[in-house]
């Protein structure tokens, strides 16, 4: 059907918010039969009036955190080459740490480190079925969004191990921040930023600009950022002005 009036559309914007918990601007553009600008602009209409939330590729119910499955089928073949030229920015490094982003968990099947430090459930289970070495699991408190361990124990094991590398994830990047949506995870992503030799920040290109409710961090706690050719232009620039190496893969 097509939804060429404004009040339409964004009435029909909610409802499918509400019945479906996210909607990718892509996707509802084809199925009102108008422009992904024009769905952009109703979603941020709607999200100055505190009733969605925008995320990287749509859009959430205001206040509702993106489910992990969800957010693992959201740009999964750029996820994919994120993934793949993150694991090849790390090779060689001993002992890494691994959040619970979904692209950090496709970096799974491609790791060669011989201890691997995690809090994310799928990490988790993954690399203890699938590869010998050393696996470090933080548990905690368990998060259903985020499939992943957090709070105090998980702080308390991630702040007595020392890394190579931490690959972290974000729901959104600016040129001077990390973005995310919960604040338990983002508390892990600093700690394990800190006690990391080096940090690489793997985001997928509609991440670089977008918006997300809770600051994680400056983004010059990241040295690397893997992204690929979607990524806004202007954040790189600000980003490798800031003195991050930026990897874009095509």
């Not at 553009?29 to 709607?46: C, H, K, N």
């Not at 690489?200 to 400056?218: E, H, M, N, Q, W």
């Not at 979607?230 to 600000?238: F, G, H, I, Y």
Request: net charge positive.
């Amino acid at each position: 059907m097509r939804y060429t009036g404004a009040p339409a559309r964004r009435v029909e914007l909610e409802r499918l918010l509400a019945s479906e918990g996210y909607v990718s601007s892509a996707d509802v553009a084809a199925r009102m039969g108008v422009s992904e600008m024009t769905i952009r602009r109703d979603l941020q209409l709607l999200e100055s009036e505190g009733r969605v939330r925008r995320v990287a590729g749509g859009a959430a119910p205001a206040g509702v955190g993106l489910p992990f499955e969800r957010r693992d089928a959201v740009d999964g073949s750029f996820k994919r080459l994120v993934a793949e030229a993150a694991a090849a920015e790390i090779a060689g490094c001993r002992t890494i740490a691994l959040d619970a982003g979904t692209t950090v968990a496709a970096m799974t099947p491609l790791l060669r480190a011989e201890t691997v430090v995690t809090h994310s459930l799928p990490v988790i289970t993954a690399l203890a079925s699938r590869r010998p070495g050393a696996l470090v699991a933080a548990g905690g408190h368990y998060q259903a969004d985020t499939r992943a361990f957090a709070g105090p124990l998980a702080e308390a094991t991630l702040r007595n191990v020392h890394t190579d590398v931490a690959v972290l994830s974000a729901t959104a990047l600016t040129a001077d921040a990390l973005w995310g949506t919960n604040a338990l995870d983002a508390a892990i992503k600093r700690i394990m930023a800190a006690q990391a030799e080096r940090v690489v920040v793997v985001a997928d290109g509609a991440k670089l600009g977008a918006v997300a409710p809770l600051r994680i961090s400056d983004s010059a706690i990241a040295n690397v950022v893997v992204t690929d050719a979607r990524a806004d232009a202007e954040v790189v620039a600000a980003l490798r002005g800031r003195g991050l190496i930026v990897r874009i893969v095509a």
